[in-house]
């Protein structure tokens, strides 16, 4: 590594960067018609499997009250689906059906390929482009870090 560059200097360089582009591909409609709640949902069912609706409330930090009325909007749809808890019958739990599986790999498709026309546009060289495409494994290992 090079001895001139200060990784506080370079976290905040990358932080504000990667806000940014975070911050405007939220921004951009894209089909697929998740809501930003929806799609938190979605994905963190996605991500660590059936849970409880009170469960994903506290990992959003919103109300029951709101968490229920997204989950049900999911499951009107037929994106989530309840079925009780085999440790504990009173409880219901909620996963993804593979509509909503194929619904959020939609939406992150659709964030892709928005990402992939800025890249394609001649604001990038092949020198960029070949720096950003080495850059997403040092991002990913960064975040698995922390």
Known sequence: MNDDLDPAEVASVLLAGLSVLVRRVR???VDGGLTMPERHALSH???SGPTTSSALAR???ITAQAMGATLGALRSRGLVERHPDPDDGRR???SV???GAQALKDKRNARADLI???LTSSAFTQTEL???AEAGP???RLAQSI
């Open 138 to 140: 040092l991002l990913e």
């Open 130 to 132: 070949e720096l950003l």
């Open 59 to 61: 990992e959003a930090q």
């Open 45 to 47: 069912l996605d991500r």
């Open 27 to 29: 921004q951009v409609p």
């Open 116 to 118: 992939a026309r800025a």
């Open 92 to 94: 219901m739990l909620l």
């Open 97 to 99: 059906t593979e509509a």
